[in-house]
């Protein structure tokens, strides 16, 4: 299991109970490998943003072979999503909210405006354009088995200032939570056919540029508690017991 963030902060709690734990070089980053309850685990940082997120993930995936993907991480809250501070959902599908046909009052027409698909139709998987769901059954089992609310997420290259302006976003596209990379990871592994998840912990209220009112710490251990029940659980549930084996050729580690 391929597990990434954009930063080293997102992913510590989970290093920090990973058995038999030893660092590779990566094809993008430092990758340390170990184990969480029966499943292998790879850990490794993209860096900040959509072209960073695109590239480690590609990247790792092709040099290691994962069965899958989880992006893990902190997030934005949109006013009117229902979601606080401290609190995890998962990704039922991202929304790139940067290409498309950007209107002079600020709403954008997404690629399906221009007539353009972000990535072509390709071995049975639709072209694609704003949207990109997550794995359907990895969705389940975040559902069943932990309990997550499975939202809509918002990806954009600049975070929303305003918390007005986030509201606007959130009626306009019924999204829930923002970050700077889902949308990215989750278009490379739809591409690959790499089952792809997404699991956020609420630092604040999208907009909201007083730190003092963010909860990073609360946010960044509720992620991480998340994808480690997830991962510890692995094999108890009968959709994740038949992703067996690499989704990818990559080299055997």
């Not at 480690?228 to 084996?245: D, F, I, K, V």
Request: charged fraction near 20%; aromatic fraction near 4%.
């Amino acid at each position: 299991m391929l597990v990434l963030a954009a930063t080293e902060m997102e992913l510590a709690p989970l290093r920090e109970h990973l058995r038999d734990a030893r660092e590779i070089r990566g094809p993008w980053d430092a990758v340390t490998l170990g184990s969480l309850g029966r499943v292998r685990v790879a850990l490794t940082t993209s860096g900040l943003g959509k072209a960073n997120a695109a590239a480690c993930l590609a990247a790792t995936t092709l040099a290691l072979g994962p069965r899958a993907a989880i992006q893990v991480g902190i997030g934005g809250a949109y006013l009117g999503s229902f979601l606080s501070n401290g609190m995890v959902a998962a990704a039922s599908e991202e929304l790139q909210l940067d290409l498309g046909l950007r209107r002079e009052d600020g709403a954008l027409d997404g690629l399906d405006a221009l007539g353009f698909a972000a990535t072509p139709a390709r071995d049975g998987r639709p072209a694609r354009f704003n949207l990109v769901p997550t794995h359907a059954g990895l969705q389940l089992v975040l559902a069943e088995r932990l309990g997550l609310p499975l939202l809509r997420f918002a990806t954009l290259d600049a975070i929303t200032a305003g918390v007005d302006r986030g509201a606007a976003l959130q009626r306009a596209h019924d999204v829930s939570v923002e970050s700077m990379e889902g949308a990215a990871a989750a278009q490379v592994a739809d591409r690959l056919g790499l089952p792809f998840a997404e699991v956020r912990g609420v630092s604040n209220l999208v907009g909201e540029r007083d730190k003092g009112l963010w909860d990073i710490r609360s946010a960044v251990h509720a992620s991480c508690r998340a994808v480690r029940a997830l991962l510890e659980g692995w094999h108890e549930h009968p959709t994740t017991q038949a992703m067996s084996g690499s989704a990818v050729p990559g080299e055997s580690w």
